[in-house]
């Protein structure tokens, strides 16, 4: 078990360019979430997996967000035209089942728009 | 409209001694409460959780306390170590969603 893995660390991108980041969960996970964590603040929800279905959506994930998983195990998140408000870093979590057992995250994705 | 509150910041204390982090939450709805450290540049790590229908858990060093009827928690460590020091976020979780506070930054001092 190698945990959450998520790739790259660290992305550097021009505003206006197109970014996708990759998360790998824990195998037997089929539950996958992606948060954002702005400067000091806490995590916030942005999508949410069954398998390869997405239920759930925040409002926060505007028109140029989009995120897919498609065979139920891997999922890509990618930000279309890239704004200087999206620099933040990206959390990527999984689990087996929902409530106390927690939950497992990745190192994340640090994005900055310049 | 922030649903989980964590009003101190930060915190320091000395080793061996208590740390009591405390986080306030709005939603009626959040069945489960838990715990996260993060260090700088790493993920949040999962310490302890509670379900709503309890008032305590308690893992080791760490206890967690549920006080519904304040809307109010609190996560006890002792000892404290120089370990311990990192930013820890209280969360709600309602659904498929968890709701995270804006974290105390704990420091131990040796």
């Known amino acids: 078990d190698t945990g959450v893995s998520q790739d790259p660390r660290h992305k550097i991108t021009k505003r206006g360019q197109n970014v996708t980041f990759r998360c790998d969960p824990i195998?037997?996970?089929?539950?996958l979430y992606w948060y954002r964590q702005t400067l000091g603040q806490g995590p916030e929800f942005l999508t949410y997996?069954?398998?390869?279905?997405?239920?759930?959506k925040s409002r926060l994930l505007s028109d140029r967000f989009s995120a897919e998983r498609p065979k139920g195990s891997f999922s890509t998140l990618e930000i279309q035209r890239t704004e200087q408000g999206d620099s933040a870093m990206y959390l990527c979590?999984?689990?087996?089942?929902?409530?106390?057992?927690?939950?497992?995250f990745g190192s994340g994705t640090r994005l900055t728009v310049v | 409209d922030q649903q989980v509150k964590q009003n101190s910041p930060s915190l320091s204390v000395q080793e061996g001694r208590i740390s009591i982090l405390n986080c306030d939450y709005t939603n009626s709805m959040f069945d489960y409460f838990l715990w996260y450290k993060k260090y700088p540049a790493e993920g949040p790590t999962f310490l302890i959780s509670i379900s709503s229908i309890k008032d305590k858990n308690e893992d080791g060093r760490f206890t967690v306390f549920l006080n519904k009827s304040a809307k109010h928690l609190s996560l006890h460590i002792v000892p404290s170590q120089p370990g311990d020091s990192a930013v820890y976020f209280c969360?709600?979780?309602?659904?498929?969603?968890?709701?995270f506070g804006g974290g105390t930054r704990l420091m131990v001092k040796p």
């Open positions: 195998s037997e996970h089929n539950r």
């Open positions: 997996f069954q398998n390869e279905a997405q239920l759930e």
């Open positions: 979590a999984s689990s087996l089942v929902r409530g106390e057992s927690g939950y497992t």
């Open positions: 969360v709600g979780n309602a659904g498929n969603m968890l709701t």
